[in-house]
């Protein structure tokens, strides 16, 4: 999980906390920070979901912690890995993903029989979530 700064340092992702308004703590977003000019980037597959959470909270926001993991799927694999391995190769990655992406394609085929439309379409997001991401080898 590596990519290539603008100033051409190679930069790791890391999970990191994200202070929103100085009050809002954003715990588990994937972000690069580059240790030699200090840039910091959110990881692009998350970026619409941190997005989306943070305009939901609006401008004058309570004190409060989100854990970003429960909000995206991508996050949440990330976590999982991590929790194993604090520099997980890509294959790893692509093992933890492909089994995140059986169990919840296992899930949906419940949802379905089930006829629950809320719960199969919640499935549906967190697929979308975990395969729009893209890995930096
Ligand atoms: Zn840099």
């Known amino acids: ?8 340092e190679l930069v790791t992702m890391k999970l990191r ?6 009050k ?5 977003v994937p972000i690069f920070s580059c240790p030699a000019c200090n840039r910091s980037e959110v990881s692009p597959e998350v970026k619409p979901d ?3 959470l943070i305009g939901q909270l609006g401008s004058q926001p309570d004190k ?3 854990l970003f993991n429960e909000w995206n799927e991508w996050a949440d ?4 890995v991590y929790a194993k391995d604090k520099l997980p190769k890509s294959h790893v990655l692509e093992e ?3 089994a995140r992406i059986n169990k919840l394609l296992d899930l ?7 006829g629950d439309e809320d719960w199969m379409n919640e499935i549906q997001k967190r697929l979308s979530q975990i395969s729009r991401r893209s890995i930096h080898t």
């Open 1 to 8: 999980m590596q990519k290539r700064c603008s100033c051409g």
């Open 17 to 22: 906390t994200v202070v929103y308004s100085g």
């Open 24 to 28: 809002v703590e954003i715990d588990n």
């Open 50 to 52: 941190l997005t989306g």
């Open 64 to 66: 409060q912690t989100f």
């Open 77 to 80: 694999l990330l976590v999982e």
């Open 96 to 98: 933890h993903m492909t």
């Open 108 to 114: 949906f085929l419940i949802a379905q029989s089930l």
